[in-house]
């Protein structure tokens, strides 16, 4: 009956850390076990679409995590999309003039923010916004300009001829 509670024991320890594996798995994926502490301060970008960016997502500077999103709105009179982005005050000296992009990463199309630091010698504030933004690239809209593009192009290079009637 001894080895029987052992391998019981043992089963049961292997599945919780299964199931503590999987909630570490789910929170990375989530993006909520990246939460941004201490001081930070806030700037916006307006773009014309987001894709599937997400509140939390990623804001990056040469590839180094430096914020995350803080929340995605609609502007109902220009009928973009405003970006709040929390910067960590570690990384306070982004020039002004500084553009974002909506970038893919990773193999399940994680969506992120990515800095491109400009040449200004003034620096982004709390409250401050990015001017020069590129929206995410939407991979079906990609795709049917690429077909619409090709359909054009048969029609184009195989011209009829009235006079030869088959």
């Known amino acids: 009956m001894g080895k029987q509670r052992i391998l019981e024991l043992a089963v049961g320890l292997f599945m919780a850390l299964g199931l503590g594996a999987m909630f570490f798995l789910a929170m990375q994926v989530s993006n909520l076990g990246t939460m941004l502490t201490g001081e930070s ?3 916006t970008a307006n773009f014309q679409n ?3 960016l ?3 997502a990623s804001v990056k500077l040469a ?3 430096i914020g995350q999103v803080e929340a995605i709105k609609l502007d109902q009179t220009s009928f973009e999309a405003i970006v709040s982005m929390r910067i960590s005050k570690n990384y306070a000296k982004i020039p002004d003039d500084t ?5 893919t990463a990773g193999l399940l199309g994680e969506q992120y923010i990515s ?3 400009g ?9 401050g916004a990015i001017m020069h933004t590129q929206s995410a690239l939407i991979l079906e809209q990609l795709i049917g300009q690429f077909l619409f593009n090709k359909a054009g192009e048969a029609n184009v290079s195989q011209p009829t001829d ?4 088959q």
């Open 119 to 127: 040449g200004s010698d003034n620096y982004l504030q709390n409250d």
């Open 50 to 52: 987001v894709g599937s």
């Open 41 to 43: 301060y806030l700037i």
């Open 115 to 117: 800095l491109e630091p």
């Open 162 to 165: 009235p006079a030869n009637k």
């Open 54 to 56: 997400k509140v939390r």
């Open 99 to 103: 553009s974002a992009s909506i970038l």
């Open 63 to 65: 590839g180094v995590r």
